[in-house]
């Protein structure tokens, strides 16, 4: 089994997607009220080139425990618990329900609320996958690069402020471009140290999981936010 696949047992960040904002245009009440629905996953391909099939989903030890975790920190109490968890219209859906009895599920009510974040990521564990490269040429999955995963437990739902999933930001929805995404991200991690050392774990955790080649053109976007955080 490729290391790739030992980071997704091991939980590591494996598949992020696009936090939907809450209908309220009050954020004092986003973080009264303490929930965000959320998009958890998709098929879309991830910057691994990996695939999740959403109709292979496992949901029913998550169900029976659904925690909410601090950006795949397993040692770390839940920030909160998952309500409300169905995949609908080929996606997987939930309610976090922030713990604001706690400080860091109050900061991450609040942070979702005034979308200092938006990103989400699952932990699973996959049961059944294969490389797209060795997919039949006519199977719509195919490709040179990454995994298509047929079928996973989801173990857990973590926040997450630095997606793999290239649609993890809500820049469609709230009408940003890439410029706005990037200040809005580069803001919550420069005023808010828990975000900071979470953002350089998830960094770290990416590069371990895949490597980057060398480039010979200049870093832009995520991926030069990324290279700054990692102090490169």
Same mark, same amino acid.
């Not at 910057?47 to 029976?64: C, I, M, P, S, T």
């Not at 942070?111 to 938006?118: L, T, V």
């Not at 809500?170 to 828990?194: F, I, T």
């Given at each position: 089994?490729? /290391?790739?696949?030992? *980071? ?7 598949? %992020? ?15 009264? +009220?303490?929930?965000? /629905? ?13 695939? %999740? ?14 925690? #909410? ?18 995949? &609908?219209?080929?996606? *997987? ?5 922030? @713990? ?10 609040? +942070? ?15 049961? /059944? ?18 995994? %298509? #995963?047929? !079928? ?13 999933? +290239? ?6 929805? *709230?009408?940003?471009?890439?410029? !706005? ?20 774990? #998830? ?5 371990? !999981? ?11 976007? &995520? @991926? ?9």
């Amino acid at each position: 089994m490729t /290391d790739r696949l030992k *980071l997704f047992e091991s939980g590591a960040p494996a598949f %992020v997607r696009t936090v939907v904002k809450s209908e309220s245009e009050d954020p004092d009440a986003d973080v009264a +009220q303490g929930y965000t /629905d959320v998009i958890a996953s998709t098929a879309t391909p991830d910057r691994y080139g990996d695939v %999740v099939l959403q109709e292979g989903w496992d949901l029913a030890n998550f169900k029976a425990n659904p925690v #909410i975790m601090p950006f795949h920190n397993y040692a770390s109490p839940p920030v909160g618990r998952a309500e409300n968890i169905r995949v &609908e219209d080929g996606v *997987l859906k939930m309610r976090v329900v922030w @713990d604001t009895g706690w400080d860091l599920g109050k900061t991450l009510a609040r +942070q979702y609320a005034e979308g200092f974040m938006r990103g989400v990521s699952v932990g699973f564990r996959p049961l /059944d996958y294969a490389e797209r490269s060795t997919l039949a040429d006519d199977d719509p999955n195919k490709a040179e690069a990454g995994f %298509v #995963i047929r !079928a996973a437990e989801l173990l857990e739902v973590s926040a997450a402020p630095i997606p793999v999933q +290239q649609e993890a930001l809500a820049a469609k929805s *709230l009408g940003l471009d890439p410029d !706005a995404e990037l200040a809005l991200v580069r803001e919550a991690v420069l005023n808010d140290p828990l975000t900071r050392r979470a953002v350089r774990d #998830i960094v770290r955790s990416m590069a371990l !999981a895949k490597p980057e080649p060398t480039r010979s053109t200049p870093l832009t976007g &995520e @991926d030069a936010l990324a290279s700054f955080l990692a102090g490169e």
